[in-house]
């Protein structure tokens, strides 16, 4: 596997785990303060569209 793919492999996985945490302890407690959690996910995220862009 090549690094690239290795990169957005490992970026998918941080996504899914982070939206995982989230999702629990939301549920845990509805009011719960999630802009961390939400700011994560979208930096995450946004690194993962910018690397597909870059590469064509």
Known sequence: M???TEVLKSLC??????AADFA???EKDPNYDSW???A???E???ALYNIR???G
């Open 13 to 18: 996985e941080m996504i899914r785990k982070c």
């Open 2 to 4: 090549d690094i690239k």
């Open 53 to 55: 862009l870059s590469c």
């Open 36 to 38: 961390q959690e939400i």
């Open 40 to 42: 994560l996910i979208k």
């Open 24 to 26: 629990e302890k939301i």
């Open 44 to 46: 995450l995220s946004d």
